[in-house]
């Protein structure tokens, strides 16, 4: 699996980024936000339990990662129609602020060496990538187990602030000096 200071691959493949019609696809690539933070996630499949409930909370925390000049982008195995589907079949998903990333080839989740190896799916992982495209976080929970976005926002702040920064910091308190 890649880790800290490793560069995240390169990547372009189709999203679901609206439910409008005609408007539903867009070509995403890892180019497309130069100068930004990017924030990754993925999940195993659509049309499950736990999945929701974390692509619902990147979305409602969406703006505090532009606040922060963060892209979130969230992927999986299934097909852009897939994530469409889902997307207009479950309530909590149908007004996400961010692409949904189509991974059917399995090129960036291989890539990335997050695919789990008794389900064949991805893992729930979430890289913080830096504008300069080297992953600076990683976490990667078991299938049954939701992240908490809150610790993605905070380490966020953390790492945008270049300091060295103690344990359960936030945004605002003193970091450590040298």
């Not at 996630?41 to 049309?47: I, L, S, V």
């Not at 064949?120 to 049954?144: C, E, H, K």
């Amino acid at each position: 699996m890649l880790t800290i200071g490793d560069k995240f691959p390169a990547f372009r493949m189709t999203a679901v980024v609206s439910l409008d019609k005609g408007k539903e696809f867009q070509e995403i690539a890892d180019t497309d936000t130069p100068g930004k933070w990017k924030v990754v996630f993925f999940w195993p499949k659509d049309f499950t339990f736990v999945c929701p409930t974390e692509i619902a909370e990147f979305g409602k925390k969406n703006s505090d990662f532009v606040d922060r000049d963060a892209q979130v982008l969230g992927a999986s195995i299934d097909s852009e129609y897939v994530h469409l589907a889902w997307r207009k079949d479950h309530p909590d998903l149908r007004n996400l602020p961010f692409p949904m990333l189509a991974d059917v080839k399995r090129e960036l989740s291989t890539a990335l060496g997050i695919i789990h190896p008794g389900a064949g799916v991805t893992t729930r992982a979430t890289f913080i990538v830096d504008p300069a495209g080297f992953i600076r976080f990683v976490s990667v929970n078991d299938l049954d187990v939701g992240r908490n976005v809150d610790e993605v926002v905070r380490v966020l702040d953390a790492l945008q602030t270049d300091e060295l920064c103690p344990c359960n910091w936030k945004k605002g308190e003193a970091t450590l000096g040298a």
